[in-house]
């Protein structure tokens, strides 16, 4: 099987370009190719597939072997793949996830995309402003917003001294979450500038996430933090999001995308 390494913004997934290969049992392949020391190396598998409704679709796996309806760096990926690989013509088209169609705009120099803006959709707020939340006996406050994913928003100083390999999986299995959630660690620096760790649902802690990155960008805003537009620093790089809160109601993702390595994966024994 052929595939493709690729990443945005340290969040690395390997893609799959189902328009030419077929991938018997997703799940297991992605737990097998996901794996740094047996495997591929990274955060999940990506499925590029063919749509009877948008120009491809989009399937994303996590490391444990989870689905997930959406994924913000993937998507960004899957628009960079699909451009420079000539699966489209254009600049602007239609992306298929499980969290609906997604419309991506690239910014391209020399035949290839270096930049990808993504409508993100309008965002939902499924908590109270903020919710007060007990995990491992200490006292938080999140805010929820779903942009196709659960998201979990804390605001709070210094998340470069969080130990999150210790209390990540405490807020991702709180019982507050029947179905896990993905969990943001934000430090606001200025009115257009926030820093963020994220903790994700069925990967642990990545070098970043685009739809966290977005959840954050909403939550900042609700509670009066930061304007419209947000820079958003992760460990693996920085994302620009701007809500069009007033006329939309759409919140955009820009940011980078790159190819990293192809390469051959022996599935003969999955």
Known sequence: MKFTKMQGIGNDYVYINCFEETVPDPVELSKLVSDRHFGIGSDGLILICPSEVADCRMRMFNADGSESAMCGNGIRCVGKYVFDHKLVDKTEFDVETDAGIKHLKITEENNKAVKITVDMGIPEVTSTLPEPIVIDGKDYEFIGISVGNPHAVYFMDHINELDLESIGPSFEFHERFPERTNSEYIEVKSRDYIRMRVW??????????????????????????????????????????????????????????VEVFEGEFDITNL
């Open 200 to 257: 994700e649902r069925g990967s642990g802690e990545t070098w970043a996430c685009g739809t966290g990155a977005t959840a954050s960008a909403v939550a900042s805003v609700l509670s009066g933090r930061t304007e419209n537009t947000v820079e958003v620093e992760l460990k693996g790089g920085n994302l620009t999001i701007f809500w069009d809160r007033e006329k939309s109601g759409h919140v955009f993702m820009t940011g980078p995308a």
